[in-house]
């Protein structure tokens, strides 16, 4: 049991208060007390996925016919989600984001109901105003974030899976995606639905 115990990562769930000045900024977005290894993931992670989507978008560039206006919202959107899901799963991230006194709808529905612009952008620009796409993608997005943070926490991390999955039959299926932005839906719902609602022990070194 001893040896067991020693081998087991500290948790602490309060977090260091930001730093000053920019860079405390930046502690509020990725979470205070991050570890270099923390950041280099994100960054490297981040870079990563950022250009494969870019090859893949890059292969289909020639069917699109995308503006430079749409080009430009697709890169901005891209950086935001590939980011946030890698920012919002780190240990550091969730000593902040579920930190004392950050619980329940009040703590993070706004958070997620910020990214109807995401969804509002997408429909916009990409999907000729098609706004039973925009109702029904963050319905949805709304209903199964707002069901997460009211049941138990014990069962948040399946509900919230079950969701995520539902979530790909209704992008696939239901609503059908986006042309060169397939990702899109399912992106955004893993890095607000698994990413961030979901609490989890922040191990750390």
């Known amino acids: 049991m001893t040896t067991r115990r020693m081998l087991m990562p500290e948790i602490n769930w309060s977090p260091p208060e930001p730093r000053s000045g920019l860079l405390g ?20 992670g981040g870079l990563a996925l950022l250009a494969m989507l870019g090859v893949v978008i890059g292969l289909n560039g020639g069917s699109l016919n995308w503006t430079a ?6 890169a901005l959107l891209s950086f935001d989600i590939v980011g946030g899901i890698i920012t919002n799963a780190t240990s550091a991230a969730k000593r902040w984001y579920h930190r004392e006194g950050r619980t329940g709808l009040k703590a993070h529905l706004p958070f997620v109901a910020l990214h ?7 429909a916009t620009f990409f999907r000729g ?10 319905a949805y997005l709304m209903a199964a ?21 539902g979530g790909l039959l209704l992008s696939f299926y239901v609503i059908t995606p986006t042309a060169g932005l397939e990702w899109f839906i399912p992106f955004l719902y893993f890095k607000l639905l698994i990413s961030h609602l979901l609490k989890e022990a922040p191990y750390q070194p």
């Open 129 to 138: 105003m098609d706004w039973i796409y925009f109702v029904v993608a963050y």
């Open 25 to 44: 900024e930046w502690d509020k977005f990725v979470g205070p007390g991050a570890t270099s290894t923390e950041e280099w993931v994100q960054l490297i």
């Open 69 to 74: 206006l749409q080009t430009i919202i697709a």
């Open 116 to 122: 109807g612009v995401h969804l509002l952008l997408i």
């Open 145 to 165: 974030a707002a069901l997460i943070l009211l049941i138990p926490l014990y069962l948040q991390r399946p509900v919230a899976f079950a969701l995520y999955a």
